[in-house]
Antibody, heavy 117, light 107 residues
Framework: DVQLVESGGVLIQPGGSLRLSCAAS????????MSWVRQAPGKGLEWVSV???????YYADSVKGRFTISRDNSKNTLYLQMNSLRAEDTAVYYC???????????WGQGTLVTVSS | EIVLTQSPDFQSVTPKEKVTITCRAS??????LHWYQRKPDQSPKLLIK???QSFSGVPSRFSGSGSGTDFTLTINSLEAEDAATYYC?????????FGQGTKLEIK
């Protein structure tokens, strides 16, 4: 079975850094399009970043230059390095897999990041 | 950036009713439009991919249509378990984007 498990979400002060992890099982992250999507309190889903199987990466303008997506194929894990965090980055962060194209067919349970002093 | 606008934002419906949610793209996206269901305290679930392809295991009462800029998610014979927020998502061009969501309340 395909499973995605996020971790790393915490309460952190503005300006801080954090790395989220998404451990995958049942498939190889290196062979799939992988995304991070977030949902701020009371808001809708917001696409954050993507890593294609070939290694190309892209970011939403709201996080470009501050967030970095990466993967460790040996650990079958996707990461999101988050720097210069702002209050507006407060959200539940989901990792999701694209399969058979770029629709997101499997999602993790999410991890909560709270940016507050 | 492609903006997706869903309508309505909220709808209160009765069981067995037919529901239509629309998603309009700010520019043509072909059929690169997907629909998700998100229930409280659950992760989003894929319902429809590429405008009209039902995802495995999704009840047949859910269907999608459209291409270009206008898309529709239809729920035939609504059930109480369909209470959720529904989102469209485009993968035509980067950055990929989501609609603002449509919340369905079951009366």
């Amino acid at each position: 079975d395909v499973q995605l498990v996020e971790s790393g979400g915490v309460l952190i002060q503005p300006g801080g850094s954090l790395r989220l992890s998404c451990a995958a099982s049942g498939f190889n992250v290196s062979s799939n399009y992988m995304s991070w999507v977030r949902q701020a309190p009371g808001k809708g889903l917001e696409w954050v970043s993507v890593m294609y199987s070939g290694g190309s990466t892209y970011y939403a303008d709201s996080v470009k230059g501050r967030f970095t997506i990466s993967r460790d194929n040996s650990k079958n894990t996707l990461y999101l390095q988050m720097n210069s965090l702002r209050a507006e980055d407060t959200a539940v962060y989901y990792c999701a897999r694209g399969s058979g194209g770029y629709s997101l067919d499997s999602w993790g349970q999410g991890t909560l990041v709270t940016v507050s002093s | 950036e492609i903006v997706l606008t869903q309508s309505p934002d909220f709808q209160s419906v009765t069981p067995k009713e037919k529901v239509t949610i629309t998603c309009r793209a700010s520019q043509s996206i072909g059929s690169n439009l997907h629909w998700y269901q998100r229930k409280p305290d659950q992760s989003p679930k894929l319902l429809i991919k590429y405008a009209s392809q039902s995802f495995s295991g999704v009840p047949s009462r859910f269907s999608g249509s459209g291409s270009g800029t206008d898309f529709t998610l239809t729920i035939n014979s609504l059930e109480a378990e369909d209470a959720a927020t529904y989102y469209c998502h485009q993968s035509s061009s980067l950055p990929h984007t989501f609609g603002q969501g449509t919340k369905l309340e079951i009366k």
